[in-house]
């Protein structure tokens, strides 16, 4: 039985007394593991930048009292996106009444979408104070590591309930390190360094003197390292506690932790080649090892502008073919800085971009008709102009997020670009938070016989206001195409098709057609 701080039990801590959920419900039987304090709760692009390079573990809460942003409800709603995006698990507030003046409806409806908690400490109470809240979280979560040191299945079932991306050894090392307050390393036969975590994580290790110095009790003073072989796998784990030491319990902790995690997630992260490592890496935010296997393989990654994604690989019986067949068409098109598989994905970042629209058209047309040829449905997903790491790992989260949405938005379509995410992003939003006009819109849309909803769809999200292709695609005769379209002229007002006039329905079609689907 796994035996752990939950959000549950905090709140029956003597600080916490009166102090009420008002949102995130479902994520009161999480781990709380630390706490933190929002000081200034301005988004600023410093502030999204730093939360890009920090990582959470879905298992720290903030206390705040949104004093910088009191009378800005957008502003307010931005931070949890922004705290939960980055893998907060919720916040504590405080001063409502006093600072904040109340919580706003679309605040807890912003929370409750990302699963992120929101504990409401009692109204209008001055003498509240973050000191005791941190210290009894604090206090609590030491003496349950303290009192129940078998943390394995705990910290592999944390992983397990992460999203898939998230499920590696990279991640359990990070994990395991937070636990321990300590350094961990995996290590292969020959003592090359697999990966690895550091603590805290603004620590610089020697990890190659560390590793040469073991056995000959010349560690730097206060430093005691651990070593322990995996058995079958001929690896092995490497703890470095720079004050204080581990108790043999701890060890075997650990150790059975990364045995667990080798069975289940071996081949993901912990790749020996490197160029797979630092796609690994950068898709997971560690910066270090970016640093690191980047300036080992000469490659800049503020110059890699551009990511194309291939998805859908799902069921190819060999990815790896696959892969190698992808990169073949793309050498021909492009020059390849990392072409790696990442979770049944493949994932290709160009030295230069393609110089014309038509050269990313042709690379893209090139794959969709190898996915014809072989009887598949793969998709691809191009980004522009990302410069920089922490874009390119938006991008590939965005495309995991909303790739979803934009194949029932344009399900014809095996070709997509990142302003299609964006756009799917942004429907998708408009139907978790609603919206006057485009409720109005959808209003008028459900109104039309199904003949009418089929043709307005077809026209504008499939044929690209063409009125030929959406009378091969309706299987109907041009001119019905045409005199049908004259009518939606007249319900709307306005030439259907034209922009910026159909800005509104085009959108409204999107999501009709994510709620409803096609008319039948």
């Known amino acids: 039985m796994l035996i752990s701080v939950t959000v549950k039990d905090i709140l029956g801590l003597p600080s916490l007394k009166n102090a009420n959920v008002i949102a995130g419900q479902p994520a009161v039987t999480k781990v709380v593991a630390s706490v933190s304090v929002l000081e200034y709760s301005q988004i600023t692009n410093t502030q999204a930048e730093i939360y890009q390079h920090i990582n959470f573990n879905n298992d720290e809460l903030v206390l705040t009292a949104f004093a910088s942003v009191r009378d800005d409800v957008e502003a307010q709603c931005e931070n949890i996106k922004t705290l939960a995006k980055a893998g ?15 919580v706003d409806q679309r605040l807890i409806k912003v929370a409750d979408e990302y699963n992120f908690i929101i504990i409401l400490m009692p109204k209008n109470e ?27 299945a705990e910290l592999v079932e944390k992983v397990s309930s992460m999203p898939s991306y998230q499920q590696n050894l990279d991640m359990v090392l990070r994990l395991l390190s937070d636990r321990l307050r300590a350094s961990v390393a995996l290590v292969d036969s020959e003592d090359q360094l697999i990966s690895s975590q550091q603590w805290p994580q603004t620590n610089s290790l020697n990890w190659k003197r560390i590793l040469n110095n073991i056995g000959r009790q010349n560690q730097p003073d206060g430093m005691h390292v651990y070593t322990h072989g995996l058995g079958k796998s001929n690896q092995t784990l490497v703890l470095c506690k720079e004050h204080g030491e581990l108790t043999h319990t701890t060890q075997k902790q ?25 796609l690994d890496a950068i898709i997971q935010n560690e910066p270090q090892k970016i640093t690191q296997l980047a300036n080992k393989n000469h490659i800049k990654i503020q110059s890699l502008s551009m990511l194309l994604i291939v998805s859908n690989l799902e069921n190819i019986d060999n990815l790896n073919n696959a892969e190698a067949d992808i990169v073949r068409i793309t050498r021909a098109l492009a020059n390849i800085a990392i072409c ?23 690379w893209q047309a090139a794959i969709s008709q190898y996915s014809d040829q072989k009887q598949l449905k793969i998709t691809t997903t191009r980004f522009n102009d990302l410069h920089g790491d922490g874009n390119i790992r938006e991008a590939y989260l965005n495309n995991h997020q909303y790739l ?12 997509f670009s990142g302003q ?3 756009f799917s992003k942004s429907c998708q939003e408009l139907i978790d938070h609603g919206g006057g006009l485009i409720n109005s819109q959808l209003g008028l849309i459900g109104q039309l016989s199904t003949d009418m909803i089929k043709t307005l769809l077809v026209f ?28 939606l002229n007249n319900y709307f007002g306005f030439k259907v098709g034209l922009m910026p006039d159909s800005s509104l329905i085009y959108q409204a079609s999107a999501i009709y057609r994510i709620i409803n689907g096609d008319p039948v």
């Open 126 to 152: 001055p003498e509240l104070t973050y000191r005791s809240v941190i210290t009894e979280i604090m206090f609590s979560v030491f003496n349950d590591q303290i009192e129940n040191p078998n943390f394995s």
């Open 420 to 422: 299609d995410l964006l």
């Open 340 to 362: 790696e598989i990442y979770h049944d994905e493949i994932l290709i970042l160009p030295v230069n971009r393609p110089s014309t629209l038509q050269e990313w058209h042709d």
């Open 404 to 415: 979803p949405v934009a194949q029932i938005i344009f399900p014809r379509r095996t070709i």
């Open 254 to 278: 650990a150790v059975e932790t990364i045995r667990i995690s080798l069975n289940l997630w071996g081949k993901v992260g912990s790749s020996n080649n490197e160029m797979a490592a630092l």
């Open 88 to 102: 907060e698990l919720g916040l504590i507030l405080f001063y409502v009444g006093l600072i904040l003046p109340k």
């Open 460 to 487: 504008l999200l499939d044929a690209r206001g063409n009125i030929e292709e959406a009378a091969k695609l309706l299987f109907i005769h041009r001119n019905t195409a045409k005199y049908r379209l004259k009518k």
